[in-house]
């Protein structure tokens, strides 16, 4: 598998999945993973999430911006590991852009929620797991 | 949800898990994710995997033992993190109790495979995750 082939099909990842596991660093240094809906993408390079800006990952991002989000399907033994910056915005173009139908039920106020805020995961590098085959690459150079 | 029932939904999320997510912390400070399948457990204490020692966590582990493991079941919108620190074993007892059937697969030359080693991480605390709900919990005074 070429960097080429394990760029495309970690591409092809992203787009099936609803979901992405996202690890910050929690307080005492130790790592913290939850499971994230995906929202939008911009190739392999930036994922936007939206969260409840009273989470705990909040103030975790806002302490250390290292993280790393992770694609997985267990069926085709697929894995797609990014790693890279996160951001925590709050700024209304940001917040009405990943607004979505439904997301009312997690900010009851609507867009203009306090509790609303999005999350910008920028990648520098990855690497793409299938079967017993992994790959990585660089992302610092792409657009 | 009391933490009891946290607690209890949580080993239930891990009996029916056949992989976890497992997030240690790579060389410049960031996180990395990758999927494991589950082996032994003992309540939500005490998780063993096996890896190929030759792989990129085994060096982070032996540098920083903070970890995470994360069970997730996306349709019944549940997760369960844990926190803790993690070892390399390499002892024989540690290798042979670890060896299922068809780890050749993994490691060609069976349980005296040097590429063969044993993870085993102690959870220290932990949050189960049910829809919109999460319970924190504390793990260091169990059993």
Known sequence: ????????AGLELVNHSQTAMLSTIGDEGYPHIRAMLKK???????????TNASSSKVPQIQKNPE??????DGEQCTGLMLVGEIDVLQDMASKRRLWYEGDEKY??????????CVL?????SGKFYRSLQNVAFD???EG
């Open 1 to 8: 598998m070429t960097q080429e082939e394990a760029i495309q």
């Open 40 to 50: 939008e993408t911009e190739g392999l390079k930036t994922f936007w999430f939206s």
């Open 67 to 72: 993280a790393c989000v992770y694609f997985v």
């Open 107 to 116: 900010y009851p106020l609507g867009v203009n929620d306090p509790d609303y």
């Open 120 to 124: 910008c995961f920028r990648a520098k």
């Open 139 to 141: 992302l610092e150079d």
